[in-house]
């Protein structure tokens, strides 16, 4: 098993939970407690700039905390190797739910009720699936990524294209599945 260390201190990889544009996030255990272990990763991006992306996540993290939406904490930041452990919260994404036609209205509803609590904080999160997880009947938005807010990137105009088999969603499936 790998060992990759946040702050010296190691935490044991289990397996890659996923690769987004900006980093790449582990499963990882210490003394038998699953995390989320992200390795910020400078891969081109065609369609996203960024800046600072640690220091980002580490905005990021702050804002949506102060606006209430609920996603995993934040347990520790190891600025110098890009490295961030956060919070592992168990259950099926959005996008999985939708592949296997397991998606309820409930689910929408709650991802309105945050738009509810973003837009006036003039915030957009990442709307794609992959980025919410049902824990408890509850959904986490487990990605730190936020935004000013555009109509463009909402929910309602960008979002719900990818929460239910629309074209645009089985679109992605064919160019991404194995």
Not at 118 to 136: G, K, M, Q, S
Request: glycine share 6%.
């Amino acid at each position: 098993m790998d060992i990759i260390s946040v702050n010296n201190v190691g935490y044991e990889i289990v397996r890659l939970l996923g690769k987004g544009k900006g980093g790449y996030s582990y499963l990882a255990i210490k003394d038998g407690k699953e995390y989320v272990l992200k390795q910020i990763h400078h891969e081109p991006c065609s369609y996203y700039q960024f800046g600072d992306k640690i220091q980002s996540e580490i905005n990021d993290y702050k804002r949506l905390s102060d606006i209430g939406i609920r996603i995993p904490k934040m347990i520790d930041v190891d600025v110098k190797n890009e490295r961030i452990l956060k919070e592992y919260i168990d259950g099926d994404t959005i996008y999985d739910l939708v592949c296997r036609d397991m998606m309820t209205e409930d689910y929408i509803s709650q991802v309105r009720e945050m738009c509810s609590l973003l837009y006036p904080a003039n915030t957009n999160i990442d709307y794609f699936p992959t980025n919410f997880v049902v824990c408890n009947g509850q959904i986490y938005y487990i990605d730190f990524e936020c935004n000013n807010y555009m109509d463009e990137w909402n929910f309602e105009n960008w979002g719900i294209k990818y929460w239910s088999k629309t074209p645009e969603f089985m679109q992605y499936w064919n160019d991404h599945r194995q």
